[in-house]
């Protein structure tokens, strides 16, 4: 009966010890790769970038938008990118663009009175490669936003600018660099 018990034990340990093992080499050569590839890659003749002033030519005007995507797009491709910024004519990539659209229409009524609000914000971008002028291209690209309709469209911007700037750069970013 002893000698069972320790034969019993003996085999869990070896079971135990067997299937350790087992896994162990399954898993230790079991590998998962996987990427996000976001951006296509940059041709290495390419090397810097030009983000000229993009102007806003929407009916309605919000002061702060201009300036502050100018600004946040070329902050991205710097961060993003191995570009290099320049102001010059000749630069390998040049991004210009304009605020086509900028306008709030109603999205809901409750009873008689307007429940909420959508902010559409349209961009133009006009891009150029110096480099390889088959690359060209001029693309709209449109946001919504939605808000309360309590809200004045000066407290909507104020609550939604880093938003609208945000989303816009990503945008703009995707559609000159990425392989979508």
Known sequence: MIYIKKYHSFLRLVFIYLTGITFFFLFNNAT?????KDTSPIPVEVE????????????YVNTQLSPNLTEKLKQKIINTTRLRQTNADDADYDISGYLSQYYTSTISISGQNSSGNRLTVGFHLIFKNNLDE???FESDITRTFDFDANLSLTQAEASLNNDIVKNLTDEIFNKIFSNW
């Open 32 to 36: 998962c790769k996987y990427s996000f």
């Open 48 to 59: 810097n970038f030009r983000v000229n002033y993009l102007e806003n030519k929407a009916e």
């Open 134 to 136: 088959k690359k060209n």
